[in-house]
Nanobody
């Protein structure tokens, strides 16, 4: 059974930083494309960042230069380092995995950027 468990969310002031983690079980990150999505209230879920099994990364324009996605295959964990956070980054952040044509989602972690 595949599980993706996010952690690291919370309340942070504008300009602050957070690091999200996605611990995966039942899936081998060496063969998976992973990503972070977010969904703000009354908005559709959107892709924030992704990383292929080969390490190629992609970012939404709104987070380029501020967010960094990375993976640790030994720990089977994907990270999202978020710097210079803005109030518009407030959302539930979801981890997503794609392995051998199968899609998987975590339950999400709340990120709130507010003073």
């Amino acid at each position: 059974q595949v599980q993706l468990v996010e952690s690291g969310g919370g309340l942070v002031q504008p300009g602050g930083s957070l690091r999200l983690s996605c611990a995966a079980s039942g899936i081998n990150l060496r063969f998976a494309a992973m990503g972070w999505y977010r969904q703000a209230p009354e908005k559709e879920r959107e892709l924030v960042a992704s990383i292929t099994s080969g390490g190629i990364t992609n970012y939404a324009d709104s987070v380029k230069g501020r967010f960094t996605i990375s993976r640790d295959n030994a720990k089977n964990t994907v990270y999202l380092q978020m710097n210079s956070l803005k109030p518009e980054d407030t959302a539930i952040y979801y981890c997503h995995g794609l392995e051998w044509g199968n899609f998987y989602w975590g339950r999400g972690t709340q990120v709130t950027v507010s003073s």
